[in-house]
């Protein structure tokens, strides 16, 4: 009965590796960043960003408004006093026309429209950052399914050889040429398979949650091994490590950061300079101040407003944004020496993991022969259960390790490639959906006003 059961299972797991596969990790990773509530919040944040770009701008353009207004006023003054000897009620009228245009604000307008385009940058980058980070738990998840997958199938396998061991030693017990006590060392062995068997599937099981957790669906019956090209990869860590301070959007974003505090300074410093405006204003307005009748003007003034004396307010505000720059660029500084530090640690674990396989290859290979070969002495009685049963123990260990080092190595391939910044562009994943249903019928691609080389939003 045993022997059937796992001949079944066996047969299944044969079966599903030679299905065809149903998924590809573009597709999944994909869904999983732009359905990411994380990616979604960070688009948000860069969007609202966007609308305080606009808003900035707006300082450049007139502004126009427009009062009117109609009810009772009573008046006594001098005026009234001399005319008619008292007060006077009347029903007033006001209506009126103003426009104002900002000449020279000492450079506050557009010392703003730069921080805010800072700010959008940095939006931009932090999206990207969030959106890489996603993509390396997808992946991990993506992968590790596989990986408990094969382990399982793999304790599958080991249960199948230990069957096979217990049927034929029950036979020999029954036919008066085993002993019961190697028929219940071969029974303790299998009991031994049944629970690796169960721990494997309850991994599995594990990984299949953090793949609903990740990516939002659950993960399909079966999974392409994704294939990596290593051409993808530099040759050195050094060459890493020059290509993670070009692309890596944690660097861009906190030198943008930087830029927005500079912007931010210039902001500040234009309270030490006059301001400039044309301002035009229509009247017309009806029995005010006690006088009956029409009471209509025009004027155009050209007007500077000059703050003399504000507490020392001012100049505070300009040490705190040039300590507030000093601190942009401390923490940039660090950002760049984590990401360093980030991606050393990727190219050891790639390079070691690259090293060890071939070891645990050969591990594989020679606990393989030396079971086959101490399976056909045991057939001919040279060499006890005890002895073939821990090489059936050390295959299915040496496997285990060859198989989760195999999927280690890949998972250090992607690692790398996210600590350069590179993850969405090698599997595909385009941002731009999300930023198309967030604004509508806006321009998303906003280009810095000073600085217009900054079209980096979804590169």
Do not use: C
């Amino acid at each position: 009965m045993i022997l059937k059961r796992t001949l079944l299972a066996f047969a299944v797991v044969v079966g599903s590796v030679q299905n065809a596969y149903a998924s590809q990790l573009e597709e999944v990773v994909t869904s999983a960043v732009l359905s990411n509530p994380e990616v979604k919040r960070s688009m948000d944040a860069r969007n609202a960003v966007f609308e305080e770009v606009r808003q900035a701008r707006g300082g450049f353009y007139p502004k126009i408004d427009i009062a009117a207004g109609v009810g009772y006023e009573w008046t006594k003054n001098t005026a009234t006093v001399n005319a008619i000897g008292g007060d006077v009620e009347l029903k007033r009228r006001e209506a009126s026309v103003s426009l104002r245009q900002m000449l020279f604000d000492g450079f506050l307008t557009g010392s703003e429209v730069d921080r805010h385009a800072f700010r959008l940058e940095a939006g931009n980058h932090r999206l990207r950052e969030v959106a890489e980070e996603k993509a390396l738990e997808a992946t991990r998840a993506y992968i590790e399914v596989i990986k408990r997958n094969e382990l399982r199938n793999q304790a599958n396998v080991t249960l199948y050889n230990h069957v096979k061991v217990y049927e034929q030693i029950r036979k020999r017990s029954e036919s008066g040429l085993g002993t019961r006590a190697s028929l219940q060392q071969a029974k303790g062995r299998l009991a031994l398979a049944e629970v690796n068997v169960l721990s494997a599937e309850n991994n599995m099981r594990d990984a299949q949650a953090s793949y609903l957790r990740v990516v939002g669906q659950k993960a399909p019956e079966e999974l392409e091994v994704p294939e990596f090209s290593l051409e993808s990869l530099p040759e050195n860590e050094e060459a890493t490590i020059k290509r993670a301070i070009v692309n890596h959007p944690t660097l861009k974003l906190a030198h943008a950061d930087v830029q927005a505090a500079e912007a931010q300074y210039d902001s500040a410093r234009s309270l030490l300079y006059p301001k400039l405006n044309f301002e035009v204003d229509r009247n017309w307005n009806s029995n005010i101040d006690g006088v009956e009748g029409d009471n209509e003007d025009l004027t155009a003034m050209f007007r500077v407003r000059y703050n003399l004396y504000n507490g020392g307010s001012d100049k505070a505000r300009i040490r705190q944004t040039r300590h507030q720059i000093n601190e942009a660029k401390d923490i940039k500084n660090n950002a760049e020496r984590q990401t360093v530090e980030s991606v050393g640690l990727s190219w050891n674990a790639y390079e070691i993991l690259g090293r060890q396989l071939v070891f645990f290859r050969q591990h594989v290979d020679s606990s393989t022969q030396t079971r086959d070969s101490y399976l056909k002495q045991f057939n001919i009685g040279q060499r006890s259960l005890l002895d073939l049963l821990d090489t059936e123990n050390e295959v299915f260990s040496s496997k285990n390790s060859m198989i989760a080092a195999k999927y280690d190595y890949l998972i250090a391939q992607y690692r790398l490639l996210n600590g350069m910044g590179e993850m969405l562009e090698l599997l595909k994943v385009d941002l731009e959906p999300l930023a198309s249903t967030s604004l509508e019928g806006d321009d998303t691609r906003v280009i810095p006003p000073r600085d217009a080389e900054k079209k980096l939003l979804y590169r």
